[in-house]
C-alpha cells in the first residue's frame, strides 16, 4: 500500500512538460513504422535498403501505386476484400449480438454448459479447424467461391464478441424489458427496438474487431483461392510481388498502404465507441 502511494505521488510531482515529452516519444516509435511503410511506398527497391531511417525520398515514386493498383491487380482484390469483409462483419454482428442478449437475459437449461463450451474453444488454435471447415466447404460446393469465403470467415465462435454484448447486455435494467412486453413487443421487437440500440458502443467495438480480423485475415483466404486467383483478398494479393527470385519491396508497401488507409480511417471513425464498448461491457 506504501507502494502505491509512492508512486501516485511520484506522478504527480511529475512536471506536465515531462510527461508530454514522454508520450510523445512513445507516439513516435509507435507511429514510425507506418511512416516508415508510406516512404517506402514512395521510394523504388533499392532506395529503400540504402536510405535507411530517413523518412524522406530522393524522388517521389508515384508509379509504385500505379503497379500495384493495376499490374498486379489490388484494384479487385480491394473489391473482394470489401465484400467478404461487409458480409462478415453483418453476419457476426447478428450472431453474436443475438447469442450474448439471450446469454445475458435468460436463465435457460444448459446456459452454463454453453458457456463454458465457448470460452473453451479460445483455447483451440485456429490452425487446427482449417480441415474441417475446407472439407466442409469443398461438400458444399463453396470452396472457390466469395460466398464460401464469408460463411468460413463469420462462422467461428467468436467467443469475445459474445461476451462483450453479454456483459452490456447483463447491465441494462430489466424494467425496459418488462415495459416493452407490456406495450405487447415480443422477443424479436424488444430485442431489435429496445435492447441493440443501446448497446451501439459494443455493436461499434465488435465492427471494428470483427472488420481488423477480417480485413487483415491471410490463411483462410489463401486456402479459398488458391484455384482462383481472382478471388483473393488484398492480404493474400501481397503474394502477387514475389517472385521466384527477386521481390517487389515497393510494390508491397504500396499495396500494404492501400491495404492499410481503410483501416486507420475506420479506427479513428470508430475509436470513442471502441473504448465506452469495452468499458461497458467489463464493468458489468
Not at 493495376?70 to 457476426?92: E, H, M, Q, R
Request: net charge positive; glycine share 8%; aromatic share 12%.
Amino acid at each position: 500500500m506504501r507502494a502505491k502511494r509512492d508512486r501516485g505521488w511520484l506522478m504527480r510531482r511529475l512536471p506536465w512538460w515531462f510527461a508530454a515529452l514522454m508520450m510523445l516519444v512513445l507516439v513516435a516509435l509507435w507511429v514510425y513504422p507506418f511512416l516508415w511503410m508510406v516512404s517506402a511506398s514512395l521510394k523504388d527497391s533499392l532506395e529503400i535498403f540504402t536510405a535507411g531511417l530517413n523518412l524522406v525520398p530522393e524522388t517521389l515514386k508515384f508509379e509504385n501505386y500505379q503497379r500495384a493498383w493495376v499490374d498486379a491487380g489490388f484494384g479487385k482484390y480491394l473489391l473482394n476484400t470489401v465484400i467478404v469483409t461487409i458480409s462478415t462483419v453483418i453476419i457476426v454482428l447478428i450472431r453474436c449480438s443475438m447469442t450474448g442478449y439471450v446469454l445475458a437475459r435468460y436463465d435457460f437449461l444448459g446456459r452454463k454448459v454453453v458457456l463454458v463450451v465457448l470460452v473453451a474453444t479460445l483455447f483451440v488454435p485456429a490452425g487446427y479447424t482449417i480441415i474441417p471447415v475446407v472439407d466442409l466447404a469443398a461438400q458444399l460446393g463453396m470452396l472457390n467461391s466469395l460466398g464460401g469465403m464469408v460463411i468460413a470467415m463469420s462462422g467461428g465462435a467468436h467467443v469475445a464478441s459474445i461476451l462483450l454484448y453479454m456483459g452490456y447486455f447483463r447491465q441494462i435494467p430489466k424494467e425496459l424489458e418488462e415495459a416493452a412486453i407490456v406495450d405487447g413487443a415480443g422477443f424479436l421487437r424488444t430485442f431489435v427496438q429496445v435492447m441493440l440500440p443501446l448497446a451501439n458502443p459494443v455493436t461499434a467495438t465488435v465492427t471494428l474487431m470483427t472488420f481488423l480480423s477480417t480485413w487483415n485475415a491471410f490463411f483462410l483466404p489463401l486456402v479459398f483461392t488458391f484455384s482462383r486467383p481472382d478471388l483473393r483478398t488484398l492480404s493474400v494479393g501481397m503474394l502477387a510481388f514475389q517472385g521466384e527470385n527477386t521481390t517487389d519491396w515497393a510494390g508491397m508497401a504500396a499495396a500494404a498502404t492501400i491495404s492499410l488507409l481503410p483501416v486507420v480511417l475506420l479506427f479513428i471513425l470508430l475509436q470513442r465507441h471502441f473504448v465506452e464498448g469495452i468499458a461497458g461491457a467489463v464493468k458489468s
